[in-house]
């Protein structure tokens, strides 16, 4: 797994480095109140100790962002075989309100996306609200185009949005990465 480094934003001028490793369960204690303050419906804690139990077996990744040593955000991928061309399902991605629009969740998605291409991965899929129009900006910029309405997902009221690329397993997509990073540390140098 490797390690993303980088500088940060002026607005935080005594943080250096924002480090990306794989969740563990202890991390839990820190991710439950950034969890429960990001969704009207959040994940339980079981939610996230019956997903880390697969982490094992290769068909879930989980990692964490830190700024130091405090868990600033994290993100969840599900491998999913299918005859047709394994495809990644980003499960989960949160960075806690005091960090956003830090480059946090785009860190997060460029290794998410290069665990899933070293997986085998031909594509990936996620479900975003249709209300959250920041995150799915983020999401288009990983190439990530809108392919459904499921209605009244979220909680019986809000609709989801789903959305695909199905270039992952490219080397143009892994060019696409390359630029993404080059773009943020040129942003957040
Ligand atoms: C969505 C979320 C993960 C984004 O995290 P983040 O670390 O702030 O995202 P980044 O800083 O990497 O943003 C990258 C780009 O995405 C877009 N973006 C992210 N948040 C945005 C917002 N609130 N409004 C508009 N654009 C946004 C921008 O294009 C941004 O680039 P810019 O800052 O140079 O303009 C974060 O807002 C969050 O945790 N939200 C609550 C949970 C959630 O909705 N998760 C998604 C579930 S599908």
Same mark, same amino acid.
């Given at each position: 797994?490797?390690i993303?480094?980088?500088?940060?934003r002026r607005?935080?001028?005594?943080?250096?480095s924002?480090?990306?490793e794989?969740?563990?369960?202890?991390?839990?204690?820190a991710?439950?109140?950034i969890?429960?303050?990001?969704?009207p419906?959040?994940w339980?804690?079981r939610?996230f100790?019956t997903e880390?139990d697969?982490?094992a077996?290769?068909?879930?990744?989980? #990692?964490t962002? *830190?700024? =130091?040593r405090?868990?600033v955000?994290?993100?969840?991928?599900w491998?999913?075989?299918? +005859?047709? @061309?394994d495809?990644?399902?980003v499960?989960?991605?949160?960075v806690?309100?005091?960090?956003r629009r830090r480059?946090?969740?785009?860190?997060l998605?460029?290794?998410l996306?290069?665990?899933a291409r070293?997986?085998?991965?031909?594509?990936?899929t #996620?479900e975003? *609200?249709a =209300?959250s129009?920041?995150?799915q900006e983020?999401?288009?910029?990983?190439?990530?185009? +809108?392919? @459904?309405i499921?209605?009244?997902?979220?909680?019986n009221?809000e609709d989801?949005?789903?959305?695909?690329c199905?270039d992952?397993?490219?080397d143009?997509?892994?060019a696409?990465?390359?630029?993404i990073?080059?773009?943020?540390?040129?942003?957040?140098r």
């Amino acid at each position: 797994m490797s390690i993303l480094s980088n500088r940060l934003r002026r607005s935080h001028p005594t943080v250096d480095s924002i480090t990306i490793e794989p969740m563990r369960r202890r991390d839990l204690r820190a991710i439950m109140p950034i969890e429960d303050a990001a969704y009207p419906t959040s994940w339980s804690r079981r939610i996230f100790e019956t997903e880390l139990d697969q982490v094992a077996n290769g068909s879930r990744c989980y #990692l964490t962002a *830190r700024d =130091g040593r405090d868990i600033v955000g994290y993100a969840g991928l599900w491998h999913v075989i299918d +005859p047709d @061309g394994d495809q990644a399902h980003v499960t989960n991605i949160v960075v806690d309100e005091a960090h956003r629009r830090r480059g946090i969740a785009t860190r997060l998605m460029l290794e998410l996306a290069r665990v899933a291409r070293d997986r085998g991965c031909i594509a990936w899929t #996620l479900e975003v *609200r249709a =209300g959250s129009t920041g995150a799915q900006e983020l999401y288009r910029t990983f190439g990530f185009v +809108p392919a @459904g309405i499921r209605r009244r997902y979220y909680d019986n009221v809000e609709d989801a949005l789903v959305m695909w690329c199905h270039d992952l397993g490219t080397d143009e997509y892994a060019a696409r990465l390359d630029a993404i990073e080059h773009d943020l540390e040129e942003q957040y140098r």
